[in-house]
């Protein structure tokens, strides 16, 4: 066979060659934008470098994404609790009804509602649009509830408090898979569950930080009206910690696509493109979802679920 391929005057592929490529008059592989010198111990592989390695390679802009993350959901944490820091004020500010118990349980009742389904909804947007800007849309909702909560609270009127714990609710739970989603994508294989652990606990400090502050404020001159409005300028001021994410992620994008150069050699994209694609890179496969996937899911995600649903249940009321 290979007399054959010479004397029709075809070459025979060397076994040796990279897939694709053939060599030129002075022995070198080129393709039509990049050379491959294969056998270099001091050849650059520097742009095949993912975000999650140069990421880790800037601690310091780790920190603090992590910290400013933590900031956002210590300000919703403060302002989730406030009726509950607030049970008895709130009684004795409302209008004596004997359905004051009740009308304050609603005001838990209507936040949970969206959440019931929301944030899975939340997790495919956070995939679709980036959980930089997911984490700013959250927010936003968020405070514009708190608001919503405390203008109902100034007029005593209960319907405008359930509105504004309804809206508070559709950014609450979707925001907190929006920061683990970016505190999974910048400390990926590096002190990840530590920095789990670091922001779920910083996160409930705005629970203690609210059961002591709110009832003082309240009792104090201020007044129920200001320990209410403590919470829209608390997630106000979270606004600007997740514009600032926006900007640093950007930024890191940036960096990494003047270190890439915007070139790579073929060799390397069919690699990424086949095995390893980037977070920036759209999957429809991957982005669709379906209401049957729950059949794929194993036994430990379910006893997981019953989990949750055991502990939110007893400690939530």
Known sequence: ???????????????????GLEPGDDGNFDDETNQLNYGNNDEDFSHT??????????????????????????ASYYSFDIPSALHQQLQDYMPQSS????????????????????????????????????????ASLVCCGSVLLSIGVSSKTWEVMYLGRFVFGLGAESLCVAQSTITSDWFEGNDLAFAMGIGLAVSRLGSIFNNIISPKVANSRGGIQTAFWIGPILT???????????????????????????????????????????????????????????????MLFWLLTISCFVVYGCVLP
């Open 1 to 19: 066979m290979e007399t054959y391929l010479r004397n029709r005057g075809d070459r025979m592929p060397d076994r040796t060659t990279p897939m």
């Open 236 to 298: 106000f001021s979270s606004l600007f910690a997740a514009a600032l994410i926006i900007c640093v992620d950007r930024r890191s994008v940036k960096r990494l696509k003047r270190r890439d150069g915007g070139v790579a050699s073929t060799l390397t994209e069919a690699l990424l493109e086949e095995d390893a694609p980037t977070r920036y890179e759209k999957n429809s496969e991957s982005d669709e979802v379906r209401l049957t996937d729950f059949r794929k899911f194993g």
């Open 49 to 74: 470098i993912t975000q999650q390695q140069q990421q880790q390679q800037h601690p310091k802009t780790r920190w603090l994404m992590l910290t400013l993350t933590c900031t956002v959901m210590t």
């Open 99 to 138: 359905n004051f118990e009740r009308n304050f349980n609603l005001l838990y009742t209507v936040y949970s509602i969206p959440n019931v389904v929301l944030p899975l909804f939340g997790g495919n947007f956070v995939d679709r649009f980036g959980a930089p800007q997911c984490l700013f849309s959250f």
